[in-house]
């Protein structure tokens, strides 16, 4: 059963501040959206949202018509846009949010958006839908931004996760359940007695939703989609089971997952690595039930393929990354800085942390802490305070100039991993590389020290004498003391001195009278 939820009155709630359709307005107005007002079949989706920067509505999809949108979080701007701040503060915000408690408010039904149209029985039919195929080898067309909601018996904490359905006909789809993960072993537990699991899927939700989903955080994960919302969750219990969902998602799809285990074939799918998962054996969803608002918006997800910094999966995996690995570090290694996992790698296959070390070895403590806290951080590169880990060009600098192979690589073999990867070629536990890329420790030589333009001064002196007189000078200084914004006079003024058999240089360069 799932844990006792405060319930209250339901004006107190506002059930329209979340909806998807209201962020796919805020996203309108900033110009983010692809809008196609002519009718486009449901084949011709995919290309449309492949490799677009812009999310995607569609409002005739299909010979219905059907509303579709996609790509909605396929932006980190559009990600941090969810969650009021700017694209630099995401990871601050997420984490400020995770450690702030919102309360879970159970609502009427009939106060419910989510259910105002409610198709039991013979009226549930999966193919009112826009369900289209999304890569030219899928095994079928997917729901791909549907996210779970089960309830684990033991602990009577609601689940969550994003699980993607293969449409088998009107009623039934398939489920890939084979990675390690709570749903999977909540359902595992429950076929092992004999029991179907039930589960509820909503299909259209904000995302802070979806990125609840991504998340696997010891709570009730209700709690948790409350938090990162910011604001109390409205939820409702479902028609069929017994399972709470939020009360303001755009279409929530209940059924079960039959006992039998994992024996009818799913995919093949355009996986989130960028590469097809092949065809596997999973279990079998029935739906009971189908309620939604009365304008419900439908949902996709983009997941695969070449570009991937244009999916909504690997920007969600960003964020999911970037949070786990800020929290490892911050217990491992005292002053972390920045953390950033491209989602041009999926989110979470080459992981970038800054930090300041405060005494030796602590890069390649972040470096074990970034490779244990997340299987699918694999490769990790740890540069100082004055690389930003969001610059391609300064990590690509850091590694070319910083990094000695037999020196600053870690290797280590025998990690759990994500089966999906297909460099593993068939083996079940992966190696991680880490890149210590900081400068060697309390080290800033001038071979260390990067080249700016210069700065100059209040002119103090009236000739390069006077201003070797004070000691040994850059070149720049002496330009400074003396009021010069050309600096040839202070070379020919040098020379003189120079012909004079009294000027000399330190090891930086510094110019300095050796008569005195
Ligand atoms: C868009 C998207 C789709 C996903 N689809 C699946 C899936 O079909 N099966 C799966 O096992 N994990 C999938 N994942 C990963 C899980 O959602 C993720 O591991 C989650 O944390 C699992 O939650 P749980 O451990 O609380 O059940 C997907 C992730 C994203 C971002």
Redesign the pocket.
């Known amino acids: 059963m799932a844990k006792a939820l405060k319930s209250v009155d339901a004006p107190e709630i506002d059930t329209e501040r979340f909806r998807l359709r209201r962020f796919i307005d805020r996203l309108i107005q900033a110009g983010e959206v692809d809008i196609h007002d002519e009718p486009v079949e449901l084949g011709g989706i995919a290309a449309i949202l492949d490799n677009n920067p812009k999310a995607v509505l569609i409002r005739k999809a299909g010979p219905e018509g059907a509303e579709l949108v996609g790509n909605v979080i396929a932006s980190r701007k559009r990600m941090a846009m969810a969650l009021d701040v700017e694209p630099d503060q995401l990871r601050q915000e997420v984490s400020r949010r995770l450690a702030t408690p919102q309360p879970v408010v159970e609502i009427d039904r009939a106060d419910a958006p989510a259910q105002k149209i409610v198709l039991t029985g013979d009226d549930v039919d999966l193919t009112q839908f826009p369900i289209h195929l999304q890569h030219g080898m899928d095994g079928g067309p997917y729901i791909?931004?549907?996210?779970?909601y089960?309830v684990d018996e033991k602990s009577g904490w609601t689940?969550?996760?994003?699980?993607?359905?293969m449409l088998r006909n009107r009623r039934q789809t398939g489920?890939?359940?084979?990675?390690?993960?709570?749903?999977?072993?909540?359902y595992e537990a429950s076929a092992s007695q004999g029991k179907p699991l039930p589960v509820s899927f909503t299909v259209g939700a904000h995302p802070c939703d979806?990125m609840a989903?991504?998340?696997?955080?010891p709570m009730d994960?209700l709690e948790l989609l409350a938090r990162l919302r910011g604001a109390p969750l409205p939820v409702v219990k479902s028609v069929t089971n017994d399972i709470r969902v939020p009360a303001d998602a755009e279409i929530v799809i209940e059924g079960f997952l039959d006992a039998r285990g994992h024996v009818e074939t799913e995919g093949p799918?355009g996986e989130?690595l960028g590469y097809y998962g092949v065809m596997k054996n999973n279990p079998l969803f029935t739906v009971t039930a189908i309620t939604m608002r009365g304008d419900a918006l439908f949902q996709t997800?983009t997941?695969g393929g070449k570009t991937m910094a244009h999916t909504?999966?690997a920007n969600?995996?960003s964020v999911?990354t970037e949070v786990t690995v800020w929290r490892a570090l911050e217990t491992a290694v005292r002053e972390p800085i920045a953390v950033s996992a491209s989602p041009a790698n999926g989110g979470a296959f080459n992981v970038r942390v800054s930090m300041r070390q405060r005494v030796p070895g602590e890069a390649h403590n972040a470096i074990a802490a970034a490779m244990g806290c997340q299987a699918n951080a694999k490769n990790v590169f740890v540069v100082d305070d004055d690389i930003d880990v969001f610059s391609d060009q300064q990590i690509d600098w850091a590694l070319a100039t910083r990094f000695q192979a037999d020196r600053d690589l870690v290797v280590a073999s025998g990690f759990r991993t994500l089966p999906l990867d297909p460099s593993l070629d068939g083996r079940r536990t992966g190696s991680k590389a880490g890149f210590d890329l900081t400068i060697p420790f309390g080290e800033r030589p001038l071979e260390f020290t990067v080249p700016e333009a210069p700065e100059f001064g209040e002119k103090r002196l009236n000739s390069v004498r006077d201003s070797l007189a004070e000691g040994p000078k850059f070149f720049a200084d002496l330009m400074s003391d003396l009021g010069s914004r050309d600096g040839r006079e202070i070379a020919l003024a040098l020379d003189e001195i120079r012909d004079q058999g009294i000027l000399d240089r330190d090891d930086d360069g510094r110019y300095f009278l050796s008569d005195t």
Request: aromatic share 4%; with cysteine.
């Open positions: 791909s931004a549907s996210l779970d089960s689940n969550t996760g994003c699980r993607r359905l489920i890939d359940l084979l990675a390690p993960s709570d749903l999977k072993a909540i979806h989903g991504t998340m696997r955080v994960e799918y989130f997800s997941i909504d999966t969600l995996c999911r």
